[in-house]
């Protein structure tokens, strides 16, 4: 009988610091072609909103499921998360139900830990300064994940809605601090993530130092941008998915159509980084850009994960279908 796990059952077996091995993984894997995953099935719901369809399947590991994710940003004036999601994984052997559960706290995790990863890879060993542009969910799991990659001394915060920004900072405490605008937090730091709702650039290009690097994971939808085009322009652009990225990505589609660059200004897909086949940052002056849209397989991973530690600790109900 298939495994029900809520999002307080998947918090209590998930922590980031095993995530982020894993993710880092499933992302070597994904860039190396042993992993079936088509680009994500998306249609619009309403203004600013879409659901999609994510299914992945990785043979040698034996993970086959999918996530079914809706992105609704006025849940937000309802008090209600704007990204909602549940994951099903199947016996890839007999194809029967294995588990259903909460995608949610997934999504949020697995996203920061894509983000890890790529800090691992594409910022300077000496970072010390981060950024965070945004006070929500993704912006409180980020602060978490990062600081498992690097000793950061300094870690700057703006938001557009103050109660949030000193909500946050109060619960994070020292090294976190307000910054009075967003320039000011990106200006001189060595890690800026964009985790903001924004669909219009909420980052500029004179604002950024060389040699930053920079983590962009909102704005999935081709005609949505939260990238400066001149700072995409400027970095060494990587992504998760070659694929997705010329498909859905408005920070990539949108200068491309503008003829600021072409295909090929996608560097690298940072499982290719990973695993050897493409190279990460070229030398310390160099701007880096990875722009994360989320893979099924970073899903599936965490929520295989999650259902193996769950099945070891007696968590979760099991239901008849």
């Known amino acids: 009988m298939p495994l029900w796990l809520s999002e ?14 894993a993710i880092e993984s499933a992302l070597a894997a994904f860039s190396s072609g042993r992993v079936t995953q088509p680009v994500r099935t998306a249609f619009e719901i ?5 659901f999609a369809l994510m299914p992945a399947f ?6 086959l499921g999918a996530k079914l994710v809706s992105v609704v940003p006025p849940n937000a004036a309802r008090r209600l998360h704007t990204h909602l999601a549940a994951i099903s994984l ?6 029967e139900l294995a588990a259903v559960m909460d995608g949610r706290y997934i999504t949020e995790v697995r996203t920061a830990a894509a983000s890890a990863v790529s800090v691992r890879h594409l910022a300077r060993a000496e970072a010390k300064t981060l950024a965070i542009l945004g006070s929500g969910v993704q912006a409180r799991s980020h602060l978490a994940a990062l600081k498992l990659t690097r000793d950061f001394t300094s870690i700057r915060v703006w938001s557009p809605t103050a109660e949030h920004l000193r909500q946050f900072v109060a619960e994070a405490g020292a090294p976190v ?11 001189g730091a060595d890690v800026v993530v964009i985790a903001t709702s924004s669909v219009v650039p909420a980052i500029d290009d004179a604002w950024v130092s060389p040699g930053t690097h920079v983590i962009a994971i909102g704005a999935c939808r ?14 060494r652009l990587v992504v998760d998915s070659r694929a997705a990225a010329l498909q859905e990505s408005g920070d990539i589609l949108l200068p491309m159509r503008a003829g600021r660059f072409g295909e090929d200004h996608v560097r690298a897909e940072l499982g290719e980084i990973v695993c050897g086949a493409k190279p990460g ?6 701007v880096t850009l990875f722009k994360s849209l989320g893979l099924a397989i970073e899903d599936l991973v965490a929520a295989d994960l999650a259902w193996r530690r769950a099945r070891q600790a ?3 109900i099991t239901v008849e279908f």
Do not use: Y
């Open 8 to 21: 307080a059952d998947v918090r209590r077996v998930l922590s980031p610091a095993e995530l982020i091995p």
């Open 46 to 50: 309403g203004e600013r909103c879409f």
């Open 58 to 63: 990785d043979r040698d590991r034996a993970i």
């Open 90 to 95: 199947f016996d890839p052997e007999t194809g």
């Open 177 to 187: 601090r307000a910054a009075a605008t967003a320039a000011d937090a990106v200006r």
């Open 222 to 235: 081709p005609a949505q941008c939260e990238v400066d085009p001149a700072l995409v322009a400027r970095a």
């Open 281 to 286: 940052r070229q030398d310390r002056e160099e």
């Open 314 to 316: 007696g968590i979760g």
